[in-house]
């Protein structure tokens, strides 16, 4: 993981990027070959682009139809989930940006073997205004209760 792909108020140490790395890997691709897709599948997707989301755990892969290649992946670890699915739904609706795909809240084993919870998104850029900066949606979901670090990574 580069560090120009990486946005966040906080340093990284190595375990955290590790961690970062095990939840979802994605990629876009342009619909093109290589990837041979019949011709049925490619005019379902009616797109240029695709992202390809896929899960180390269940071993699925997803393809996601995309509207711009403007894609960010927000992870979010939680101290208390009790408001936060409301509270990010909200901010998204207020904000108008779409949301591409998301894992939804997961827990994963940390270094010292505690349970982390993690929300993990991917979000269209474009489908909001362009002012809309990566430091902007940081400041304003750390005021959500309950969000502990956020970290954004370019796609």
Known sequence: MSQENLFHKRDLND??????DELT??????????????????????????????????????????KSKNIIKIVIYLEEVSEFIRDIISFYNRNNIEIVYTSG???????????????????????CC??????????????????QKIFIINI
Do not use: M
């Open 15 to 20: 375990i955290e990027k590790i961690h970062l």
């Open 25 to 66: 890997y994605a990629e876009i691709k342009e619909l093109k070959n290589p990837i041979e897709l019949s011709e049925k599948i490619k005019n379902l997707l009616n797109t240029e682009y695709i992202l390809i989301v896929s899960n180390e755990d269940t071993k699925v892969i997803r393809i996601i139809p995309l």
């Open 105 to 127: 809240i997961c827990f994963r084993k940390n270094k010292i073997n505690q349970e982390d919870c993690i929300y993990e998104a991917y979000l269209d850029l474009d489908s």
């Open 130 to 147: 362009k002012e809309f900066t990566k430091t902007k949606i940081i400041d304003e979901i750390e005021k959500i209760k309950g969000v």
